[in-house]
């Protein structure tokens, strides 16, 4: 038996799946500090470090694109696995 799955967090949740956070913390916690680094009017505003952090996030999104892409397997008998074909016989 071979099973293959995506760790994804869904909109609104409160926790990280452990598997996406020990994966790509790093690039979790640069993309929250460009985004706090980025407000304005506020005493720890820096452009600079916002840009910086923003591309370290930016290449840790590809890098995880590409390792999806790179060990993306197709699923079974063509069938999608968030909506599969249900089959009903009716009389």
């Not at 370290?56 to 696995?81: C, K, L, M």
Request: some cysteine; glycine content about 4%; overall charge negative.
């Amino acid at each position: 038996v071979e099973i293959c799955y995506v760790a994804e967090p869904v909109q609104g949740a409160d926790m990280l799946p452990a598997q996406l956070f020990e994966d790509h913390c790093d690039t979790i916690c640069s993309g929250a500090a460009a985004i706090l680094y980025a407000q304005p009017d506020l005493p720890w505003t820096d452009p600079n470090r916002s840009a910086y952090y923003d591309r370290d996030f930016v290449e840790g999104w590809r890098r995880a694109y590409r390792f999806r892409q790179e060990h993306n397997t197709q699923p079974i008998n063509g069938e999608s696995d968030s909506n599969p074909v249900r089959k009903r016989q009716f009389y």
